[in-house]
């Protein structure tokens, strides 16, 4: 199959939209994707001609949409490669998947003096969870460290893995560097010892085929809104058996058995860690979306992308003013860098105005900005629907910015 970036294009309304009487030149997709047509109607349909609450219902309306809800799990399992449905719990997102499991394994097998080791260029919310669960319980944080190029240290792992560590979680692909991590190996080394690891796949989940089989991670956690589909949906995926373990991280309803006033017991899986009312709009319009991405094909998807990153980082490389950061490979579509002696956030304003979005700050990664001595950058994060002449445009604004600041 030919990859027609034009064709896709089409299936995204806002990409033909204009900002400043400009084209759109949309460069933030890893702060959130763009929604393709499909998902938009999946979610005006079901609003519009088949909402109702799942679950317990008994009238027509409820019993369809349970069963939409129950076959957008059975997708996302597909999707990700899990062995059970029940291994795929619906969250709000990256965020409360991670704060879910920070809170349930921390209560459970976290006790004072225990560690948890992360990495030096995870997000903030794969960081903060884990100091709130080491404060909790009186716990250790320890960080494997990356090289300037943007490199974990993975030499250092021997080191850092002691009898007290409990779990290591780590970002799958850098949101601010786009390094691919070696997780397989981090997995492998980690289980050599009996440690439990949490993957961080909120930025590769929609650059990249995944599957959490052969990957042996114990949870995978991504986000609903990075990956074409809709905010306020997300997966905690987790091996069956650490699921039948760990408690609940949120009490309501659905996720009981019995419940006395005395005494409750639990629903069995997933529905367990799903209390409440689930965001089911937004888990059949995530399945929409991973459906679309199928479509396309992921190992098409990665191969395009790749090709757009290696422009745009040969285009940029030309100009002696720009610093890239994350030069290591293999790196997935994100373009962080400065210009020098410029403030990235005076960049991106005036990137902006020639109808470039790109994010410029922290990404909520301020470790890395720390590691660097940098303030922040400017991040352009690259999509399935890019193209090398909406890079080219980028490139361009580059040059306009040197040349007003000069
Ligand atoms: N982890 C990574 C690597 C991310 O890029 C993000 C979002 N920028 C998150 C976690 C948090 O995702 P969310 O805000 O959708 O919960």
């Known amino acids: ?13 806002i990409l033909h939209r204009e900002v400043y009487n400009k084209p759109l030149i949309y460069l933030d997709n890893g702060a959130t994707t763009q929604k393709p047509l ?9 609003q519009r001609f088949r909402n109702s609450s799942i679950h317990r219902g008994v009238h027509y309306l409820s019993e369809q949409a349970t069963g939409e809800f129950e076959n957008a799990r059975k997708t996302v399992q597909q999707f990700i490669h899990a062995l059970h449905p029940h291994e795929i719990i619906f ?3 990256t965020t409360a998947s991670i704060n879910g499991i920070a809170f349930s394994f921390g209560e459970k097998y976290v006790k004072a003096g225990d560690e948890i080791l992360i990495t030096e260029m995870e997000h903030h919310a794969n960081i903060v969870p884990w100091q709130m669960l080491c404060e909790r319980k009186k716990a250790v944080l320890k960080v494997i460290p990356f090289s300037d190029e943007g490199k974990l240290k993975l030499d250092e792992l021997d080191r850092l893995i002691t009898p007290k560590t409990r779990l290591i979680t780590v970002i799958h692909v850098s949101n601010t560097l786009g390094t691919v991590n070696p997780v397989e190996e981090i997995i492998r080394k980690a289980h050599a010892s009996d440690i439990p690891v949490l993957v961080d796949g909120a930025q590769s989940v929609q650059h990249t085929p995944i599957d959490v089989q052969k990957m042996d991670c114990d949870f995978f956690v991504f986000s609903g809104h990075k990956v074409y589909g ?4 997300g997966i905690l995926y987790g091996k069956e058996k650490w699921l039948e373990e760990l408690p609940p991280f949120q009490g309501g309803g ?7 006033m005395e005494k409750t017991t639990y629903n069995g899986l997933p529905f367990k860690f799903e209390a409440g009312t689930p965001n089911y709009i937004g888990a059949i319009a995530l399945a929409e979306a991973l459906q679309y991405i199928s479509g396309l094909g992921l190992d098409h998807i990665a191969a395009y992308e790749q090709e757009l990153l290696d422009y745009g980082i040969s285009k940029l490389s ?6 890239l950061y994350g030069t290591t490979r293999p790196k997935s579509a994100v373009i962080s ?3 020098d002696g410029i403030h990235p956030y005076d960049a991106g304003m005036i990137m902006d105005k020639m109808g470039i979005a790109v994010r410029t700050g922290t990404h909520c990664a301020q470790p890395v900005m720390q590691h660097y001595g940098i303030s922040g ?3 352009a994060s690259l999509a399935l629907y890019n193209t090398c002449e909406e890079l080219d445009a980028l490139v361009d604004s580059v040059k306009k910015v040197k040349t007003m600041f000069s």
Not at 2 to 8: D, F, G, L, P, R
Not at 318 to 323: C, H, P, Q
């Open 230 to 233: 809709p905010t306020g949906i």
């Open 38 to 46: 499909r998902v938009i109607n999946c979610i005006r349909d079901f």
């Open 337 to 339: 860098f400065n210009l």
């Open 377 to 379: 950058t400017i991040r």
């Open 1 to 13: 199959m030919k990859y027609n970036v034009n064709a896709i294009r089409n299936d995204f309304p």
């Open 318 to 323: 030309e100009l002696e003013y720009v610093k």
């Open 91 to 93: 969250t709000p997102g």
């Open 254 to 260: 659905e996720m009981v058995d019995v419940v006395t």
